[in-house]
């Protein structure tokens, strides 16, 4: 099993960054995907980005390049998400999921494990 755990989530002001991490314990795999998706309030979850373990590449939704960074440290076993320029409408609850082997892909079912998720909010 493989257990996600993000943290980092809170308020801030349009404009402003934050940077949130999913820490990873369990059985890990130097080849395992992980990404991050996000759910608005009536809004369906969707894909932000991902990165893979070992190589490092990464992945991004359109609508968050030049804005947001994905990274990871091996040592640690945790991912992070650095969201810059934070718009309003970024306010959601962020996820970080994981699949041991395999591409990235922007859809939710390619992920085998998920996080319970963290508030992050954008005031204008």
Sequence with gaps: QVQLVESGGGLVQA???LTLSCAVSGRTFSSHLMAWFRQ???KEREFVGAITWSGGN???????????TISRDNAKN???LRMNSL????????YCAAR??????????????WGLGTQVTVSS
Excluded: I, M, N
């Design 15 to 17: 404009g402003g960054s």
């Design 40 to 42: 608005a309030p009536g």
């Design 58 to 68: 990464t992945y991004y939704a359109d609508f968050v390049k030049g804005r947001f």
């Design 78 to 80: 945790t991912g992070y």
């Design 87 to 94: 718009k309003p409408e970024d306010t959601a609850v962020y």
């Design 100 to 113: 041991l082997q395999g591409p990235e892909s922007p859809h939710e079912y390619w992920y085998e494990y």
